[in-house]
T-cell receptor
Framework: EAGVVQSPRYKIIEKKQPVAFWCNPISGHNTLYWYLQNLGQGPELLIRYENEEAVDDSQLPKDRFSAERLKGVDSTLKIQPAELGDSAVYLC???????????FGQGTRLTVV | AQKVTQAQTEISVVEKEDVTLDCVYETRDTTYYLFWYKQPPSGELVFLIRRNSFDEQNEISGRYSWNFQKSTSSFNFTITASQVVDSAVYFCALSGPASGTYKYIFGTGTRLKVLA
């Protein structure tokens, strides 16, 4: 069974430029998460979807970040414009709902210069 | 509030030593879930175990074992006879309704270095 697939693995952009990350969850998983992981820290939730609905986006900086999950499968996370402080690893995970374990992709390492 | 504390930032052991990684959590939920994940240098978080708050039985899986104690709000992880391949960052996480929508609250991780 294929795991969570994220692309790209690495991205370097100049500040003020836009960037997008893509995630394909495990087939059949209705819950999808985007997490942000800064160096030396644990992941922190940006947004959580149940099917197409964003059920928790309270920590998503909505002035520059947006996300969508079309048809309740793949998801895209966008930053526009990127700032230096956005340099981090962006992790996507999927699961089967409340209380179950989430499975993570390899992440996208973003460097903003 | 929900919180996970991993007080050990980094641990170094020599191969074949046993090592215990500590995890202390805070929650007001009566039903909640605890997890351990491993993050090797490749970066992917690998799921190791899930425990629900009503199951305090300790669990053993090969060289790995977990000790869940509600009385002390701890969910510790022990690796027996450690190996170099165990070198990674290990995260403890908590999920429950008080977090809002069962999101995972992660600790700051413990970096384990196993020396040959």
């Amino acid at each position: 069974e294929a795991g969570v697939v994220q692309s790209p693995r690495y991205k370097i952009i100049e500040k003020k430029q836009p960037v997008a990350f893509w995630c394909n969850p495990i087939s059949g998983h209705n819950t999808l998460y985007w997490y942000l992981q800064n160096l030396g820290q644990g992941p922190e939730l940006l947004i959580r979807y149940e099917n197409e609905e964003a059920v928790d986006d309270s920590q998503l900086p909505k002035d520059r970040f947006s996300a969508e999950r079309l048809k309740g499968v793949d998801s895209t996370l966008k930053i526009q414009p990127a700032e230096l402080g956005d340099s981090a690893v962006y992790l996507c995970a999927s699961g089967q709902g409340r209380g179950t374990e989430a499975f993570f992709g390899q992440g996208t390492r973003l460097t903003v210069v | 509030a929900q919180k996970v504390t991993q007080a050990q930032t980094e641990i170094s052991v020599v191969e074949k030593e046993d090592v215990t990684l500590d995890c202390v959590y805070e929650t007001r939920d009566t039903t909640y879930y605890l997890f351990w994940y491993k993050q090797p240098p490749s970066g992917e978080l690998v799921f190791l175990i899930r425990r629900n708050s009503f199951d305090e039985q300790n669990e053993i899986s090969g060289r790995y074992s977990w000790n869940f104690q509600k009385s002390t709000s701890s969910f510790n992880f022990t690796i027996t006879a450690s190996q170099v391949v165990d070198s990674a960052v290990y995260f403890c996480a908590l999920s429950g309704p008080a977090s809002g929508t069962y999101k995972y609250i992660f600790g700051t991780g413990t970096r384990l270095k196993v020396l040959a």
